[in-house]
């Protein structure tokens, strides 16, 4: 069973960066990719950004595409999500997941954290 804990959460002002990290239990060949997701109060899921462990292959929501940077680090069982230039849209509880489905997405994913809470004050 591959646990994933999500940190970095925060109240930070519009145009702010925050970096959230999401650790997973187990090796990385437990998974095929590991994605970041979010939800606003009121709203439905969003996909945020995904990433391979290998090759480090990135996918990205169109909504934070050019500020936000997923990256992994393999040796440390860990993905990081980079925020830049936050705006208020962006508040939300941040959800990191897993998935074992190979190929690109749409994927499938199997493995979720607990979620860390973001907000993006005016």
């Known amino acids: 069973q591959v646990q994933l804990v999500e940190s970095g959460g925060g109240l930070v002002q519009a145009g702010d960066s925050l970096r959230l990290s999401c650790r997973a239990s187990v090796r990385t060949s437990s998974t095929y990719g590991m994605g970041w997701f979010r939800q606003a109060p009121g709203k439905e899921r969003e996909f945020v950004a995904a990433v391979t462990w290998i090759y480090g292959v990135t996918y990205y929501g169109d909504s934070v595409k050019g500020r936000f940077n997923i990256s992994r680090d393999n040796a440390k069982n860990t993905v990081y999500l980079q925020m830049n230039s936050l705006k208020p849209e962006d508040t939300a509880v941040y959800y990191c997941?897993?998935?074992?489905?190979?190929?690109?997405?749409?994927?499938?994913?199997?493995?979720w954290g607990q979620g860390t809470q973001v907000i993006v004050s005016s």
């Open positions: 997941a897993g998935t074992r489905t190979r190929g690109p997405p749409p994927w499938n994913y199997e493995y």
